[in-house]
């Protein structure tokens, strides 16, 4: 693959692809280089479309000039929207797909703009499947000053929760943790025995609740945290959230290309704000 700018500082990389649509996504991945005081990096891919063996070096040339000058053109409408820290372009050649899930693996974290509904196999989709650091996909980018995010009570959902609350603390939006726990069909057979007792339920995943979000308490005081246990099964009510998010993020158990969990690809799918998907492996 080839890279322009490349130089190892901590970044926000956004797949850029040129249209109007892609503003919406590109005033997120500013925002998100702003606050964390980091660069932008615009990278757009460039994809082959013979078989490797055919070689046609004034083609290639060609294919790669345009997307030099794409990516001038994406700096200056950055610039345009807003962007004041350093906005950097990189030229990569592959598949979408792969190109950008190996470039991302040196940043922060990924944004990607999305239509407002996602389709079997859609771009946004499939990275997300295969993302080994935070990716958000902006639809709309409007929404409450909220961060909703998805907590079921094991330690896999942690980066998620640590995620929500650095984005809540950074934006000073409220932070709201969902423990939707009517999920019987999902626990241990050892666990069955609660989905008999609610009000053992509702103790025992209320405590699991605050333990989790603990830790994130202690480290961010001056944030405001509100839990909410809901008897109910998560999918459900985490679209029910979604409206009242203006980022909502789940986690997801996936590793390397395995496909994401049925809850974080119906709602990725589905929901019209922005949604932040962070792989469980996720430092």
């Known amino acids: 693959m080839e890279g322009v700018e490349r130089d190892g500082r901590a970044h926000v990389l956004f797949g850029y692809d040129g249209t109007a649509e892609n503003d919406t996504a590109l005033r997120w991945a500013i925002e998100e280089a702003r606050l964390r005081g980091v660069d932008l990096v615009l990278c757009h891919c460039w994809h082959w479309p013979y078989p490797e063996e055919h070689r046609d070096p004034r083609a290639e040339a060609v294919m790669m000039r345009a997307g030099r000058n794409l990516l001038e053109r994406g700096r200056r409408r950055a610039r345009e929207l807003g962007a004041t820290g350093t906005v950097r372009g990189r030229l990569v050649r592959g598949p979408a797909r792969e190109a950008l899930l190996h ?59 640590g995620f929500a609350a650095a984005e809540a603390a950074l934006r000073r939006w409220e932070l709201r943790v969902l423990y939707a726990c009517w999920e ?29 979000v603990a830790p994130w308490r202690e480290r961010y005081p001056e944030l405001d945290i509100r839990v909410s246990l809901l008897l109910e099964r998560p ?49």
Do not use: N, Y
């Open 184 to 212: 019987p069909a999902a626990v241990d057979a050892a666990e069955l025995a609660l989905f008999h007792d609610r009000e053992l339920l509702e103790k025992t995943r209320a405590a699991e609740l605050e333990a989790a």
């Open 103 to 161: 470039e991302s693996r040196d940043a922060e974290l990924m944004v990607v703009g999305a239509p407002e509904r996602l389709e079997e196999g859609a771009a946004a989709l499939e990275l997300a499947a295969g993302a080994s650091r935070p990716l958000v996909v902006v639809k709309d980018g409007a929404g409450p000053r909220r961060v909703v995010a998805g907590a079921d009570g094991s330690t896999w959902c942690d980066p998620a929760l």
């Open 235 to 283: 999918l459900q009510a985490l679209f029910d959230a979604a409206d009242d998010a203006g980022l909502l993020v789940l986690g997801d158990r996936g590793a390397g290309i395995a496909p994401l969990g049925t809850t974080s690809t119906a709602i990725l799918r589905e929901a019209r704000r922005a949604v932040a998907i962070v792989p469980a492996r996720h430092d």
